[in-house]
């Protein structure tokens, strides 16, 4: 659901710097929002196996985490974005939410983070022809920028994510071994020659 | 895909939906971080596995024997034979699908053949097809296929993608149990020496030393000792640990990986790739209690040991006639719900000298902890231990948050690294198949500032602490007894101002 | 013309019947002829453990009366597939959200109790005299007296109830196979194969009831012959709907022994549901048990003796 009053603010402000038309795109993209939703995690949901991308669509939080990360982040960076806020910590933190999950999936990086362009299709299809039309093109234009902008922080997180998992799986060897130098340490000690400690 | 970068334009353009093909044809790419490694030679060698090499999953010959095809349906028709389980559940799926988003692995990856009804309908096939009539007659349309060797890999990638935690089971309508069937593939990929170093290496060490490393006796003791300084340092009071010493009352039996331990230390490997191995391994355990005339055993906090000494082990190598039945020597209370098996979980065994008022405890040393308890597969649904171990924690500490009713107790979800597959190299894959636990912890981290997660389960605190610093930063991982050791006023103690890890009390509470 | 009657009336039901008694036996036989070498009951509750513990007998039995009462939960109320409720906080009111699978619990559920009240209704046909309760039976099925349309005819008496709910619950089922892309990826031609061959008897059978009346003393006559070996063949027909029921029926039970349909008889021996949690009260024996090598202590002793000795652990042997 949208924030009439959120809007209407948002509205206010960019009448100073900015021609009415601007409002026309804004004003679109608000009246669509579920729609336009709808169709991003339809199109990121077809991103996964047939099979399972019926599944995904389901929100249930527990019995089906993906599925439900993916329409609640999808729904905060919407609104992000409506707002001009493409740099927020809040978008970071849904990019984060989502790259997370598709860092350790079956993709590739740029199948990984493609899925934020997949909006800008999601929009399209949706809104098609009015796009089209010279004052939402304009605008189009100056606010297309802004989804290019997200998909180069998720690919930011999903370098962030690929770190971390090699860090935990030198800790996790590390770890492994930590009881084994310790024994080796304290055997050691005593008589190295019995040292025989890891195979 | 072409190696120039796409304009954003032209990537909206590809389709990123995998063919539309049956679940019939095998597909496997064995990608990095989605596998576990074959066995090192030589401890294939060692546990006397037939058919060792040297091989990897991604390899484009498995060079397997000459006749694998033969082997492998000859040891198909001897598990049906050897195991009602195995071929009713042959049979008897409908496919209803009530198990399809059950699964861990499933919820995670989104890999239809990880849906439990399809990773039995990899090896039904081929049953179907050399074991029944309108396999035979139809094949496909029947729903059978040939066994190739493709099936065969797609075999070994998803029988080391379960982590046999028996959830789907709980849904099933008939209780057709994929951990059967998933140890049934693996013993099959046994025959014609397809296993995993994760697996075998500690079998093997197992076999020689009794625990999973491969560490000798000595070098135990002086763990020991030194896990005793420790604990004198920290409360001020000399427990005494004794190995190997006979005529002791019980004997204390826990996973490997708590190097926090007490008399003779005997494992469990409770790998069940093969009846054969559990029993060989498993057979330690009453030979080690009679050795050293014990009266009964303790068993320790682990998960894949208690599903063995719970549904296994009597049957394996019992009966225990050499051993008493189990009466605990603090509180005399019996245990009669192990009369036969002699071993007694360390939750009961606790829980009943907490009902018995035998523990002076404070409650309040654990308040710099707000936890959550997580079920392991095997101690929920392969025993039904699940209040004893919330009663201890109700009686050490104060703020126990339980997760979602559909994520805890028998329906509770898979670390995602038990069964073997909790090797670093499958990293990835596990992270999938832990995203399900993870997030209903990360539910009552944001709800109620969960930092703990407690288990009862060697494999879980090996596992779900790389798990949570991918998921759920800032949640960390104990295992139930920590807690009661936290929370314990032993006699004489000094004053303590640290927990068991060595963290300082916050100022307000020391 | 009465050669063709007989065979589709009288020799094709008794191979079908022969079929499927056979079939089935051997089936069971089977699996019965595998043991169950290990006591694998897949816990969904509370184990009997200490006495203040209140231990759940129905979910984790631990005596034959609470595997009784798990099974009879199993096969009367599917309690399995009723276990996919969940509870969600929904703006701070705790509520039951029931999700697809309760549709599946209670399509699966009504569809076969409407199936089993059907053959009960059928065994009239078999029975002379039809016993009191059947007759009442009846009458409770039937209940649902459909208010006839006066321009209907007036053969078109009542509906029973069971004929409505096993056709929801039957095209439920099926579409349910074809439209969730998950469950059609998972489904074999089999699966639609019984389910179809379902629906035919039973459109069949309603069909015959309502719409294309058949001789229904012809019907009891045939049966009855049947049933005491005495076959005979009404000779002025029956009507053609009876000969594609009774034919769809005989397909439908020479396929039972052969098919998924054998989840019927399987689920009593489901070793994850019918076996106590008694593990450690009373050992289970694995009938092809046999002696393995075990790494006895002797061997360890000997390998590690000197270490141990050095490190002060007590040897069972100084030397």
Redesign the interface.
């Known amino acids: 659901m949208y924030h009439f009053g959120q809007v209407d603010l948002f509205q206010r402000n960019l009448k100073l710097d900015l021609s009415c038309y601007v409002m026309a795109l804004t004003k679109l993209l608000t009246q669509h929002k579920d729609a336009i939703l709808q169709r991003w995690l339809n199109l990121i949901a077809d991103t996964y196996p047939t099979e399972a991308s019926a599944f995904l669509k389901g929100k249930d939080r527990f019995s089906n985490p993906v599925g439900y990360t993916i329409s609640q982040e999808i729904n905060a960076l919407y609104e992000e974005l409506l707002q001009g806020r493409v740099d927020s910590d809040k978008t970071a933190a849904s990019l984060d939410n989502i790259i997370r999950i598709r860092a350790i999936q079956d993709f590739s990086p740029q199948e990984a983070v493609s899925f934020v362009f997949l909006l800008k299709k999601a929009m399209l299809e949706e809104l098609g022809s009015e796009i089209e039309k010279e004052q939402s093109f304009r605008e189009w234009l100056d606010f297309e920028p802004g989804i290019d902008k997200l998909a180069s922080i998720a690919f930011d997180k999903y370098v962030e994510c690929r770190e971390k998992i090699c860090e935990l799986r030198v800790k996790e060897v590390k770890a492994d071994k930590e009881i084994a130098v310790k024994l080796l340490n304290l055997v050691g000690g005593a008589n190295m020659e019995h040292g025989e400690v890891m195979e | 895909?072409s190696d120039e970068v796409?304009a954003?334009e032209e990537?909206?353009e590809?389709d990123?939906?995998?063919p539309?093909k049956?679940?019939m044809e095998p597909t496997v790419e064995f990608?990095k971080?989605?596998y576990c490694y074959g066995a090192p030679l030589k401890?294939q060698e060692y546990l006397g596995l037939p058919n060792p090499r040297q091989w990897q999953p991604p390899d484009e010959d498995w060079q397997l024997p000459e006749n694998w095809k033969d082997i492998i349906l000859e040891g198909m028709d001897e598990l049906?034979?050897?195991?009602?389980?195995?071929?009713?559940f042959m049979?008897?799926?409908?496919?209803?699908?009530?198990c399809?988003?059950?699964c861990h692995f499933?919820?995670?990856?989104?890999?239809?053949k990880n849906?439990p009804?399809?990773r039995a309908?990899l090896i039904r096939s081929v049953y179907r097809k050399h074991f029944?009539?309108?396999g035979k007659l139809f094949g496909k349309?029947?729903?059978a296929r040939e066994l190739t060797e493709d099936v065969l890999k797609e075999w070994f990638y998803y029988f080391y993608q379960c982590t046999e935690c028996?959830r789907c089971?709980?849904?099933?309508?008939?209780?057709?149990?994929t951990c059967?069937i998933t140890m049934m593939g693996r013993e099959l990929l046994n025959l014609v020496g397809c296993n995993i170093g994760w697996i075998v290496?500690p079998a093997?060490?197992c076999?020689?030393?009794?625990n999973h490393?491969?560490?000798?006796?000595?070098?135990?003791?002086?763990?020991l000792d030194?896990a005793v300084d420790e604990i004198e340092e920290l409360t001020g009071i000399k427990v005494e640990a004794s190995?190997?010493?006979?005529g002791a009352e019980l004997l204390f039996i826990t996973p490997s990986a708590d190097?926090f331990a007490s008399p003779h230390w005997y494992t469990l490997m409770g790998y069940m790739h093969s009846?054969?191995m559990a029993?060989?391994l498993n057979?330690?355990m009453y030979?080690?209690a009679k050795?050293l005339g014990v009266k009964w055993i303790l068993g320790g906090e682990c998960g894949h040991m208690w599903r063995v000494?719970?549904?296994?082990m009597?049957?394996?190598n019992?009966?225990a006639d050499y051993l008493e039945e189990p009466v605990s020597p603090i509180t005399g209370?019996k245990?009669?719900?192990?009369?036969?098996?002699k071993?007694v979980h360390i939750c009961?065994f606790t829980?009943?000298l907490m009902?018995n008022n035998k523990l002076r405890l404070d409650p309040s040393l654990n308040d710099h902890w707000r936890l959550t308890f997580h079920d392991s597969c095997n101690t929920?649904?392969?025993?039904?231990?699940?209040?004893?171990p919330r009663?201890i924690i109700n009686n050490v500490c104060n703020n126990f948050y339980e997760m979602?009713?559909?994520?805890i107790k028998?329906?509770t979800f898979c670390c995602g690294s038990g069964a073997g597959i909790g090797s670093?190299e499958n990293?990835?894959m596990r992270?999938?198949g832990g995203?399900?636990r993870a997030?209903?912890v990360k539910?009552v981290q944001e709800k109620h500032g969960v930092n703990l997660l407690t288990c009862i389960c060697a494999i879980d605190r090996a596992t779900l602490p790389?798990l949570l610093?991918?998921?759920v930063p800032g949640v960390e991982v104990s295992g139930l007894h920590e807690l009661v050791g936290n929370a314990l006023v032993m006699k004489g103690q000094k004053d303590r101002t640290t927990d068991m890890r060595g963290t300082p009390f916050e100022v307000e509470e020391s | 013309m009465t050669a063709v009657l007989f065979f589709f009336g009288v020799i094709l039901p008794y191979i079908a019947v022969l079929i499927f008694i056979v079939g089935i036996i051997y089936r069971v036989w089977k699996w019965a002829r595998s043991p169950v070498p290990f006591r694998i009951p897949t816990t969904c509750g509370q184990q009997k453990t200490l006495p203040w513990i209140k231990a759940n007998n129905l979910e984790n039995p631990s005596n034959t009366v609470g595997v009784i009462g798990r099974m009879a939960l199993e096969v009367l109320l599917f309690r399995s597939l009723l276990r996919n409720t969940t509870t969600e906080l929904k703006q701070g009111v705790r509520k039951l959200v029931y999700k697809d699978s309760l549709l599946l619990w209670l399509g699966a559920l009504l569809f076969h109790w409407s199936l089993l009240i059907i053959l009960l209704r059928h065994s009239k046909f078999f029975l002379e005299p039809v016993p009191s309760f059947l007759l009442l039976f009846e009458r409770w099925d039937g209940i649902l007296q459909v208010s006839v349309p006066s321009w209907f005819p007036s053969m078109f008496p009542i509906l029973f109830i069971s004929n409505i709910i096993i056709l929801l619950a039957l095209t439920y089922l099926l579409l349910r196979r074809v439209l969730t892309s998950q469950i059609r990826y998972i489904s074999l031609p089999a699966d639609y194969l019984v389910v179809l061959l379902i629906l035919g008897v039973v459109t069949s059978g309603i069909l015959m009831k309502f719409f294309f009346k058949v001789d229904v003393v012809g019907v009891k006559t045939l049966a009855l012959g049947v049933i005491t070996f005495q076959p005979s063949v009404p000779a002025d027909g029956i009507g053609l709907f009876f000969y594609i029921h009774l034919f769809l029926i005989c397909a439908l039970i020479a396929y039972f022994p052969f098919s998924k349909l054998m989840h019927m008889p399987g689920i009593f021996l489901s070793p994850t549901r019918n076996l106590a949690n008694t593990n450690r009260i009373s050992r289970h024996v694995n009938p092809w048990d046999k002696p393995v090598k075990v790494h006895t202590y002797e061997e360890w002793e000997d390998e590690f003796r000197d270490v141990m000795k050095d490190a002060g652990v007590p040897l069972e042997k100084e030397q």
């Not at chain 2, 490393?213 to 763990?223: I, M, N």
């Not at chain 2, 190995?243 to 006979?246: A, E, F, G, H, Q």
């Open positions: 895909m796409a954003p990537l909206l590809i990123y939906r995998p539309k049956g679940w990608k971080g989605t401890h049906l034979n050897k195991y009602r389980s195995f071929r009713l049979d008897i799926c409908v496919r209803c699908g009530a399809a988003d059950k499933f919820i995670g990856s989104g890999d239809p849906m009804v399809l309908e029944t009539l309108p349309m029947g729903g028996r089971s709980v849904y099933c309508p008939y209780g057709i149990d059967e290496e093997s060490n076999f020689r030393t009794g490393l491969g560490v000798p006796p000595h070098a135990f003791k002086d763990t030194f190995v190997n010493r006979k190097y009846a054969d029993k060989k057979a330690k030979a080690e050795r000494v719970n549904q296994y009597d049957t394996l019992g009966p209370t245990f009669e719900n192990s009369k036969s098996t071993m009961e829980a009943d009902y929920a649904r392969g025993m039904g231990l699940i209040e004893e009663y979602p009713e559909n994520t028998e329906r670093d990293l990835e992270l999938r995203l399900p997030n209903a539910h790389t610093q991918y998921w």
